[in-house]
Structure formats: structure tokens, C-alpha cells
């Protein structure tokens, strides 16, 4: 059976880039694959965060991704930190990982664009994703489009490991990504990717007047100006949420209305808004439900480090077996 791995950050609460770019997607590939899903806290302390809210953030993401679908019966869900083998073969990895491409990463330069001074972790951050990935022998990575650059390096990794460890038969598998057609959500600015640090988010837990107040003043074709002026839903990036929330007579409905100037932008982001408030509704009740219980929600983390740790402990060893070190069987 393929095996599936990713990751998400406890950066901030989940949104719904993350939701339709990914999280969508882990929910629906569990029924079919081994899938090993991990809130990975490691990753997220290489650019400056707030010591005081690491673990509340951490436990929230999972709760968000458990009230999104994720099963932890089904699928093993757990913490990157609670399963040290992350950061060993992170160290292990680093004697074959090219620091040229390291520094070549497009996420390594836009996030130095803001630091002073630049945390080594944050250039070894791909290092440790390729180890997140291989350390369960998984083959296949269900994530948005900004990952595929680490994806390659996670191959590359892999290549250059097995060719100096495992000349013979490669150990490491070369992992493929799977991409949703919400590959890359834009963010209410119209302009960047969604993400947190942009501001330009909808959060996935977010209550019905907090996603009004954020799709309002949303842009949208920039050359509507008026509310007589007809828009070209193509350009216009709500359109494009509507394609992910509204059913099929709305979006064609929104359509009609942008393109003969029926309805004004408003019209349009209000019935978006009860889309998503209706889709969403059910993910924030459990999410609500689960906040209830936190230590519940640890015990479930916990086994999943448990089981995690099963899988990483035998490839660890057997890594450090083939790299021939003393006492390793
Ligand atoms: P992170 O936490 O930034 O995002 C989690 C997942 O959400 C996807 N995503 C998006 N998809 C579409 N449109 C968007 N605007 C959008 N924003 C985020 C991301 O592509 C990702 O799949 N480096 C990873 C975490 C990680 C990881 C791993 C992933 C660490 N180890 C091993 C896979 C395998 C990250 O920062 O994701």
C-alpha cells in the first residue's frame, strides 16, 4: 500500500488555503492510504514565534484538523517534537544534502527577505521536511504547490543518500506530490498566495462575522469600479472561491450577474459568505467540541506519537546501520 505523509505548521490557526489546498485532500485520501499526518512544531521555530502560545497553537491545529475530518483511528495524527527521530535523521540527512540548493530555496530567500539575522535552521529547513517524509518511507505527498520545491529537494535527498548508503537497491523511496485543483489558493488581497503572515487569510474556525468582515472588503476585478461597470469573473479571485464553496447553480448564477453588471460586488460576496458559512459550519461545531476536551485531544496526539514513533524507530536504525554506525543493528 502507498503511503502518505504531510505536514502543516502550528504557525497560526488553520485556513482555507490549507483546507482546500490540503487538509481536504488528507481527509478523503485516509480511506485509501496509509496516511500519517503531523502538526509539525519543529518547523515552525525557524523564524521568530511566541514561546507562550507554541503549545495551544499546536494543539488547536490538530484540533482543526481533526474537526476538518482527519481520523485518528484511521490515520496515525501526532506531534513532529514528540517523536525525536525527526531531528536525528534531520542530522543524518544533513552529511548529503547540498547546501547550493539549500540556499536556492524560494521560501529560504522570502523569509530572510525580513530577518536580520538569519537562523541556520531556517536554511536547513528543507533538510528536515525530507526527513518528516522519509523517516516513514512514505511515496507519496499530498500538499499545495509552494511545497513542491521542497518536494524536489526531499528527491533529491533521497537520490544522493541511497546512491552513497545503498548503492545496491535504493532504501529511500522518491516521493511523488499529489496536487489538488486548489493547488494555490489566492489570498483576499487578490494578489499573493494565502497565507498567515500576509494577513490576506480566511481562517477554517472562523465565525460567521469574522469571514463577512474579511470577504467585504476583499478585491476583486480591478476594473470593476462601479457597480454599472461588468466584471470578468476569470480575473475576479472571489469567483474563484465561489468555485470552491457555491453550489453549481450559484456559481453559475454569480457569473451571469458579474458579466451583465446584475449584481454589484457586495451581491456577489454575500452570497460567498453564506457559502462558506454553511460549508464551514459543521468543521467549527466539532472543532468547538474538541476545544472542550483538550486533554482528550492530547491522549489522541499522544498515541499518535506512540505509533508514529513504531514506524520511525525501525528506519532509523536501519539508516544508521547502512551509514555504519558503532552499535547500530
Ligand atoms: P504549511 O504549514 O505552510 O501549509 C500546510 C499545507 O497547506 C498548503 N497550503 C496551501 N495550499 C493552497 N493554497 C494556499 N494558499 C496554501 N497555503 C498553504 C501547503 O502547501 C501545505 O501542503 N513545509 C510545510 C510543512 C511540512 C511538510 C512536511 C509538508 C513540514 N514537513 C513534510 C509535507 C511533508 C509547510 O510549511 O506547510
Redesign the pocket.
Known amino acids: 500500500m502507498d503511503r502518505i505523509?504531510?505536514?502543516?505548521?502550528p504557525?497560526g490557526d488553520l485556513?482555507i488555503?490549507?483546507w482546500?489546498?490540503?487538509?481536504r485532500n488528507w481527509v478523503a485520501l485516509q480511506e485509501r492510504y496509509d496516511t500519517i499526518i503531523?502538526v509539525?512544531d519543529l518547523?515552525a521555530v525557524t523564524i521568530p514565534y511566541e514561546v507562550a502560545t507554541l503549545e495551544v497553537r499546536t494543539r488547536d491545529v490538530a484540533i482543526g484538523l481533526m474537526a476538518a475530518g482527519i481520523d485518528p483511528e484511521r490515520a496515525i495524527l501526532f506531534v513532529q517534537s514528540a517523536v525525536p527521530e525527526h531531528a536525528e535523521l534531520n542530522w543524518l540527512f544533513t552529511s548529503v544534502a547540498p547546501l547550493g540548493e539549500l540556499e536556492r530555496m524560494t521560501q529560504f530567500k522570502d523569509k530572510t527577505e525580513k530577518l536580520e539575522s538569519i537562523p541556520a535552521g531556517l536554511l536547513c529547513?528543507p533538510i528536515?521536511?525530507a526527513a518528516?517524509?522519509l523517516l516513514y518511507l512514505a511515496n507519496k505527498?499530498?500538499?499545495?504547490?509552494?511545497?513542491l520545491q521542497?518536494l524536489e529537494f526531499t528527491r533529491e535527498i533521497s537520490r544522493r543518500w541511497n546512491a552513497a548508503y545503498a548503492p545496491d537497491a535504493p532504501y529511500f523511496p522518491e516521493p511523488q506530490a499529489l496536487l489538488t485543483p486548489?493547488?494555490?489558493?489566492?489570498?483576499l488581497d487578490g494578489k499573493a498566495?494565502?497565507?498567515k503572515s500576509l494577513g490576506n487569510t480566511v481562517g477554517l474556525l472562523d465565525s460567521p462575522d469574522e469571514i463577512w468582515a474579511k470577504l467585504r472588503p476583499a478585491a476583486t476585478d480591478p476594473a470593476r469600479v462601479t457597480k454599472k461597470d461588468p466584471g470578468n469573473p476569470e480575473i475576479c479571485n472571489l469567483f474563484e472561491l465561489h468555485r470552491h464553496f457555491s453550489s453549481p447553480e450559484t456559481i453559475a448564477e454569480v457569473d451571469v450577474k458579474c458579466r451583465t453588471a446584475g449584481w454589484g460586488c457586495l451581491d456577489c460576496k454575500r452570497r460567498l459568505a453564506d457559502a462558506m458559512i454553511e460549508t464551514l459550519a459543521p468543521i467549527r461545531e466539532r472543532a468547538t467540541e474538541l476545544k472542550r476536551d483538550s486533554a482528550g485531544v492530547d491522549a489522541v496526539l499522544a498515541r499518535g506519537a506512540e505509533r508514529a514513533r513504531a514506524i520511525a524507530t525501525k528506519t532509523l536504525s536501519e539508516t544508521k546501520r547502512r551509514m555504519g554506525f558503532h552499535g547500530a543493528r
Open positions: 505523509f504531510s505536514g502543516v505548521q504557525t485556513h488555503g490549507n482546500l489546498g490540503a487538509v503531523c509539525v518547523h529547513y528536515l521536511q518528516d517524509i505527498v499530498p500538499v499545495g504547490e509552494d511545497q521542497h486548489a493547488k494555490r489558493i489566492v489570498g498566495k494565502m497565507s
